[in-house]
């Protein structure tokens, strides 16, 4: 590997630093009597939102159809994320440094894993608050259910849910595509040392 | 009928204006038919119904705060539409949303006079910098008894209230200089001081020796807008009616209005109208602060109240102030002038340019023009016709710019467009007059329904006026709305005069005397409005955050309920052990972190009102039950769906009963959303 190659893939393993400075994803809500939109941003290590008050204003809204109220305590992966998060930095700068290709690809296809285990984590929890509804609440509709869209947008009783990825998930976007790119480019480096091996 | 009103004018005014005090009534019926009001039509602009249109959904161009006059509030209507925003209260009690009603606010009323829960508020002023109003805060006065206000324009409410003493109907007030380094406040009625802070015990007959006029000149903090007496000219016993403050040149000058010269303690109708002259006086605010500053104020006892709201517990505290300082103008010569002005003037108004000195004399048949420069000249030539209590008197002519002829019958108030004109209020002939600054002269005319008193320009009174529109504010409406049996109510109505011609726009019935008006436009207050407040920075002391902390304790004869308010509860809603007799105190926190979500609150059989709380703040109702039972209380604010739901039970026992204190909400484990996600 050649030493852009090293210093590409480090940009691809600080880009998942964006984690820790951009939410993941987005869950805005609109509906009549808030034209000025509710916004609920899900990041790495906490659940918040636009203002200090939006998870509260979530919570208030969802009891009255018997949601469970959402707030970081109740999610464990917000606590291992982070450090998982770490280690795909740290492992990310020593493959660089190591400048082996085998290890970039192996880093890669871990870090497609890790980000599909955890849209998949996500939508998990999106179902079960969706769906496990109080049977005490004030408003039930029969037969409905109030599972937010994991991606683009859905009518939720007068809310208009649209649910998009966000900064930090762009962070983990970009550090797969940067390491498939390093693995791409650095294929002639191999290549030309497998000549000069057959040469010899 | 217009042509012979002012072929009468013309002719002779003072005729004229007998003919119109007589013979309004008169002549207004002439031609009112059983239904809508006379002369309905007349000036109304053909496209004004699109000019003042604000579609749905649409914001208006300027804020405009409309005092209340006799209801001591203030109203805010957005322009051009017309449209009422918000009434604030400043010196009225309020029961609508608990202000002079609840534990925090009652002390914004106290008064050295005890709780007055009541005032008559003339002159709303907004703060300024550099000359320009700035959005930041509203003074207002009180009349009655003499206070003035401090209105947050962040909060849209009453933050402070100073009460003036010394003063007795504190019209002449408030007057903010150039950048609030005195907001000024003159007495209407001149009172015999004891010079102990309070008036002295003496004999009507004895007005000329014994009454005394005082300028207050109350300090305000740059950041903060706090609010301090700083010092008092104690000035002869006339009557002081309005005052404005100089600009450019003129800045270092406040200018009053004085009737009543003739010092006449009783029929002042008459009594007050017997000179030919009365005066404007003229002061120099900066060298009297520096008089202040370098000693010559004398201190004499006094005994005041000053309330503030504090902004983080929302409770009012009040000081009492016991002395106050005070210059005597026989000691601060070029301090104090006096012009002699036509009998009984009303509105003293300096133009932009800080030259003029417009002066609305109600009874006289011109209106004068002083000249800033020629009084400089004056003073420097000694130009003097003798003096009063050692205030140099000017001669007329020395001082005289120029006189406005046959403007109309009763001037009361002029204010500027910037662009060269004023335009003057005629309370006897109902209509507004544009004149120009330039060579005094009439240039238009527009009738206003009826007796207009004040009239204003968005910043019309401030070095930049903005002359898009005027706002003429009418103290007779008679038949210009449906009837509302003998109390009607009075009225603005909004006029364009960005044009040569003033174009009627639109008239709209207000929110008890609209007295005196300011504006300013949308932008330089819209962007601070505050949409809530902050739960975690709440000091009042029993507050509480969290559903869990909700608390009912004993504390002898008081019992403290702790609660909360929350989409759609209160915690607790269940209360029992409490007793006949007892004082129960009910603070109430909004725990909402959303904007526009107050929740009210109302307690069965309360003998003071309800209390809105807004999100984040704590309100205290307090109530004495007379009568064992259970008694039901609610939230009084339409807050969500299940509103009508969020409600709770109290339950007195008897006197002595053991029924212990107990409270609760729900039954089981429930979904709460207040315990589980406030902090």
């Given at each position: 590997?050649?030493?852009?190659?090293?210093?590409?893939?480090?940009?691809?393993?600080l880009?998942?630093?964006?984690?820790?400075?951009?939410?993941?994803?987005?869950?805005?809500?609109?509906?009549?009597?808030?034209?000025?939109?509710?916004?609920?941003?899900?990041?790495?290590?906490?659940?918040?939102?636009?203002?200090?008050?939006?998870?509260?204003?979530?919570?208030?809204?969802?009891?009255?159809?018997?949601?469970?109220p959402?707030?970081?305590?109740?999610?464990?992966?917000?606590?291992?994320?982070?450090?998982?998060?770490?280690?795909?930095?740290?492992?990310?700068?020593?493959?660089?440094?190591?400048?082996?290709?085998?290890?970039?690809?192996?880093?890669?296809?871990?870090?497609?894993?890790?980000?599909?285990?955890?849209?998949?984590?996500?939508?998990?929890?999106?179902?079960?608050?969706?769906?496990?509804?109080?049977?005490?609440?004030?408003?039930?509709?029969?037969?409905?259910?109030?599972?937010?869209?994991?991606?683009?947008?859905?009518?939720?009783?007068?809310?208009?849910?649209?649910?998009?990825?966000?900064?930090g998930?762009?962070?983990?976007?970009?550090?797969?595509l940067?390491?498939?790119?390093?693995?791409?480019?650095?294929?002639?480096?191999?290549?030309?040392?497998?000549?000069k091996?057959?040469?010899? | 009928?217009?042509?012979?009103?002012?072929?009468?004018?013309?002719?002779?005014p003072?005729?004229a204006?007998?003919?119109?005090?007589?013979?309004?009534?008169?002549?207004?019926?002439?031609?009112?038919?059983?239904?809508?009001?006379?002369?309905?039509?007349?000036?109304?602009?053909?496209?004004?119904?699109q000019?003042?249109?604000?579609?749905?959904?649409?914001?208006?161009?300027?804020?405009?705060?409309?005092?209340?006059?006799?209801?001591?509030?203030?109203?805010?209507?957005?322009?051009?539409?017309?449209?009422?925003?918000?009434?604030?209260?400043?010196?009225?009690?309020?029961?609508?949303?608990?202000?002079?009603?609840?534990?925090?606010?009652?002390?914004?009323?106290?008064?050295?006079?005890?709780?007055?829960?009541?005032?008559?508020?003339?002159h709303?002023?907004?703060?300024?910098?550099?000359?320009?109003?700035d959005?930041?805060?509203?003074?207002?006065?009180?009349?009655n008894?003499?206070?003035?206000?401090?209105?947050?324009?962040?909060?849209?409410?009453?933050?402070?209230?100073?009460?003036?003493?010394?003063?007795?109907?504190?019209?002449?007030?408030?007057?903010?200089?150039?950048?609030?380094?005195?907001?000024?406040?003159?007495?209407r009625?001149?009172?015999?001081?004891?010079?102990?802070?309070?008036?002295?015990?003496?004999?009507?007959?004895?007005?000329?020796?014994?009454?005394r006029?005082?300028?207050s000149?109350?300090?305000?903090?740059?950041?903060?807008?706090?609010?301090?007496?700083?010092?008092?000219?104690?000035?002869?016993?006339?009557?002081y009616?309005?005052?404005?403050?100089?600009?450019?040149?003129?800045?270092?000058?406040v200018?009053?209005?004085?009737?009543?010269?003739?010092?006449?303690?009783?029929?002042?109708?008459?009594?007050?109208?017997?000179?030919?002259?009365?005066?404007?006086?003229?002061?120099?605010?900066?060298?009297?602060?520096?008089?202040?500053?370098?000693?010559?104020?004398?201190?004499?006892?006094?005994?005041?109240?000053?309330?503030?709201?504090?902004k983080?517990?929302?409770?009012?505290?009040?000081?009492?102030?016991?002395?106050?300082?005070?210059?005597?103008?026989?000691?601060?010569?070029?301090?104090?002038?006096?012009?002699?002005?036509?009998?009984?003037?009303?509105?003293?108004?300096?133009?932009?340019?800080?030259?003029?000195?417009?002066?609305s004399?109600?009874?006289?048949?011109?209106?004068?023009?002083?000249?800033?420069?020629?009084?400089?000249?004056?003073?420097?030539?000694?130009?003097?016709?003798?003096?009063?209590?050692?205030?140099?008197?000017?001669?007329?002519?020395?001082?005289?710019?120029?006189?406005?002829?046959?403007p109309?019958?009763?001037?009361?108030?002029?204010?500027?467009?910037?662009?060269?004109?004023?335009?003057?209020?005629?309370?006897?002939?109902?209509?507004?007059?544009?004149?120009?600054?330039?060579?005094?002269?009439?240039v238009?005319?527009?009738?206003?329904?009826?007796?207009?008193?004040?009239?204003?320009?968005?910043?019309?009174?401030?070095?930049?006026?903005?002359?898009?529109?005027?706002?003429?504010?009418?103290?007779?409406t008679k038949?210009?709305?449906?009837?509302?049996?003998?109390?009607?109510?009075?009225?603005?109505?909004?006029?364009?005069?960005?044009?040569?011609?003033?174009?009627?726009?639109?008239?709209?019935?207000?929110?008890?005397?609209?007295?005196?008006?300011?504006?300013?436009?949308?932008?330089?207050?819209?962007?601070?409005?505050?949409?809530?407040?902050?739960?975690?920075?709440?000091?009042?002391?029993?507050?509480?955050?969290?559903?869990?902390?909700?608390?009912?304790?004993?504390?002898?004869?008081?019992?403290?309920?702790?609660m909360?308010?929350?989409r759609?509860?209160?915690?607790?809603?269940?209360?029992?052990?409490?007793?006949v007799?007892?004082?129960?105190?009910?603070?109430?926190?909004?725990l909402?972190?959303?904007?526009?979500?107050?929740?009210?609150?109302?307690?069965?059989?309360?003998?003071?009102?309800?209390?809105?709380?807004?999100?984040?703040?704590?309100?205290?109702?307090?109530?004495?039950?007379?009568?064992?039972?259970?008694?039901?209380?609610?939230?009084?604010d339409?807050?969500?769906?299940?509103?009508?739901?969020?409600?709770?039970?109290?339950?007195?026992?008897?006197?002595?009963?053991?029924?212990?204190?107990?409270?609760?909400?729900?039954?089981?484990?429930?979904?709460?959303?207040?315990?589980?996600?406030?902090?």
């Amino acid at each position: 590997m050649k030493a852009y190659h090293k210093v590409l893939m480090m940009i691809a393993s600080l880009s998942l630093g964006l984690l820790f400075l951009f939410p993941m994803w987005k869950i805005y809500l609109k509906a009549p009597q808030y034209p000025e939109g509710l916004e609920m941003h899900i990041w790495v290590n906490k659940i918040a939102g636009d203002t200090e008050g939006a998870i509260q204003n979530f919570n208030i809204l969802n009891h009255y159809i018997g949601m469970e109220p959402i707030h970081a305590d109740s999610f464990a992966e917000l606590k291992i994320m982070p450090y998982i998060v770490i280690f795909f930095m740290v492992t990310g700068i020593v493959v660089a440094l190591l400048g082996k290709r085998k290890l970039v690809l192996s880093w890669t296809v871990l870090l497609m894993i890790g980000g599909a285990v955890g849209i998949a984590d996500f939508y998990l929890w999106l179902v079960k608050f969706g769906t496990n509804l109080d049977p005490t609440a004030p408003i039930k509709v029969p037969g409905m259910t109030y599972v937010p869209p994991l991606f683009g947008n859905k009518t939720l009783l007068n809310f208009e849910a649209l649910s998009l990825p966000a900064w930090g998930s762009f962070g983990i976007f970009l550090a797969i595509l940067l390491a498939a790119l390093v693995y791409f480019f650095s294929r002639n480096t191999v290549q030309a040392k497998a000549t000069k091996k057959v040469l010899a | 009928m217009k042509s012979i009103f002012t072929t009468l004018k013309k002719a002779a005014p003072a005729a004229a204006f007998t003919l119109a005090m007589a013979g309004g009534a008169a002549l207004q019926s002439c031609s009112s038919g059983p239904g809508e009001g006379s002369a309905t039509a007349a000036g109304v602009a053909s496209d004004a119904a699109q000019a003042v249109y604000v579609a749905p959904g649409k914001h208006d161009e300027y804020y405009s705060f409309l005092s209340g006059g006799f209801n001591g509030q203030m109203s805010v209507y957005g322009l051009p539409s017309g449209r009422l925003l918000k009434i604030m209260p400043v010196f009225t009690q309020h029961a609508e949303n608990g202000y002079g009603y609840s534990e925090e606010s009652k002390a914004m009323l106290m008064t050295s006079h005890g709780f007055v829960p009541w005032d008559d508020l003339h002159h709303p002023k907004l703060s300024r910098t550099n000359g320009m109003t700035d959005g930041r805060w509203l003074f207002a006065n009180g009349n009655n008894t003499p206070r003035v206000a401090r209105v947050d324009l962040s909060t849209f409410e009453t933050v402070e209230i100073m009460e003036i003493p010394n003063s007795a109907g504190n019209h002449c007030s408030p007057y903010p200089t150039d950048n609030n380094e005195y907001v000024i406040a003159g007495t209407r009625f001149s009172v015999p001081l004891d010079m102990k802070g309070g008036t002295a015990d003496v004999s009507m007959d004895e007005y000329k020796d014994k009454f005394r006029g005082s300028i207050s000149f109350i300090k305000v903090d740059p950041e903060k807008g706090d609010m301090d007496l700083d010092f008092q000219i104690l000035v002869p016993g006339f009557d002081y009616d309005l005052a404005n403050g100089g600009k450019g040149p003129s800045s270092d000058w406040v200018f009053f209005t004085t009737y009543n010269t003739e010092r006449s303690g009783t029929l002042k109708e008459l009594g007050a109208s017997q000179n030919d002259r009365d005066y404007l006086a003229a002061v120099n605010w900066k060298l009297a602060a520096k008089y202040a500053a370098e000693g010559k104020a004398k201190e004499m006892p006094a005994y005041y109240y000053h309330n503030k709201m504090d902004k983080d517990s929302h409770i009012a505290k009040s000081t009492i102030k016991k002395s106050v300082r005070y210059l005597l103008p026989e000691d601060c010569p070029g301090m104090m002038y006096l012009i002699p002005a036509p009998k009984s003037p009303h509105g003293i108004d300096v133009d932009p340019s800080g030259e003029h000195m417009v002066v609305s004399g109600k009874l006289a048949a011109t209106i004068p023009v002083f000249s800033f420069s020629k009084m400089q000249d004056a003073i420097k030539n000694k130009e003097f016709d003798g003096e009063i209590n050692g205030i140099p008197v000017f001669k007329y002519e020395s001082v005289l710019k120029a006189e406005v002829k046959e403007p109309g019958l009763g001037p009361l108030h002029t204010e500027f467009d910037g662009k060269g004109n004023a335009y003057t209020s005629m309370f006897v002939s109902s209509e507004i007059v544009k004149w120009k600054l330039s060579d005094f002269t009439v240039v238009d005319r527009m009738p206003v329904y009826y007796s207009v008193g004040h009239l204003m320009i968005p910043g019309g009174d401030t070095h930049t006026p903005d002359g898009k529109y005027l706002v003429a504010m009418n103290k007779i409406t008679k038949d210009r709305y449906l009837p509302t049996g003998p109390e009607l109510s009075h009225s603005a109505q909004l006029i364009d005069i960005s044009g040569e011609k003033m174009r009627m726009l639109l008239d709209f019935p207000t929110v008890a005397e609209p007295h005196y008006a300011q504006a300013i436009k949308a932008e330089k207050v819209a962007p601070n409005s505050v949409k809530f407040y902050d739960l975690a920075k709440n000091k009042h002391p029993h507050a509480v955050k969290k559903e869990a902390d909700a608390s009912v304790t004993r504390e002898g004869n008081v019992v403290r309920v702790k609660m909360t308010a929350i989409r759609s509860h209160m915690t607790p809603d269940n209360i029992e052990g409490v007793q006949v007799g007892d004082t129960v105190l009910f603070h109430v926190t909004n725990l909402e972190q959303d904007w526009d979500v107050p929740h009210g609150f109302a307690v069965m059989g309360a003998n003071n009102a309800e209390t809105l709380i807004m999100p984040g703040a704590t309100q205290t109702l307090k109530w004495v039950p007379k009568k064992e039972g259970v008694y039901p209380f609610y939230c009084t604010d339409f807050c969500s769906a299940l509103h009508q739901e969020m409600q709770g039970y109290i339950r007195v026992s008897p006197k002595g009963s053991k029924t212990p204190i107990a409270f609760s909400t729900g039954k089981k484990k429930q979904n709460i959303p207040g315990t589980a996600s406030a902090k």
